[in-house]
């Protein structure tokens, strides 16, 4: 009897053991998480200078500067340019935007100024419910295909 029972058969198992692969994945996950992040950073960025276009709206769009201190103005379709705070310009911006949704918004920042104050600018006017923002320039003046 004994002997039967050593040669009774093993049922051979045709599943697929898929743990050692989800362990790989998980640790590819981890690994591109970590790095992700540190892609999108340092990067150095060489923006070239063109002659653009202005663009051609029929209403008068709303303008907020932002002058070499930090300090903003915003100008309010025909009127005048007036100095604000970022919570007044953030609720003017915001009713003005919601009266009139085609008028064009648009941030003028100082060629000297810090980049800090027009970031603060745009997130104050996505605070605000203003979908579209564009960033406003001077044109260039005795340069020759953007290089002086």
Known sequence: MRSSARHKRLKLKSEINVVPYIDVMLV???I???TAPMMNSNVD???PQANAKSLQD???PVIVSVDQRGQLY???GDTKKEPIDAEAMKAKVGAFV????????LVAGDRDGKYDGVYQVLAELQQAGVAKVGLMSAPESGTKNGRP
């Open 45 to 47: 960025v060489n923006l």
């Open 74 to 76: 915003l100008t309010l």
């Open 98 to 105: 919601k009266a009139n949704p085609e008028v064009s918004v």
């Open 28 to 30: 590819l996950l981890i």
């Open 58 to 60: 029929k209403k008068e």
């Open 32 to 34: 591109f998480m970590v």
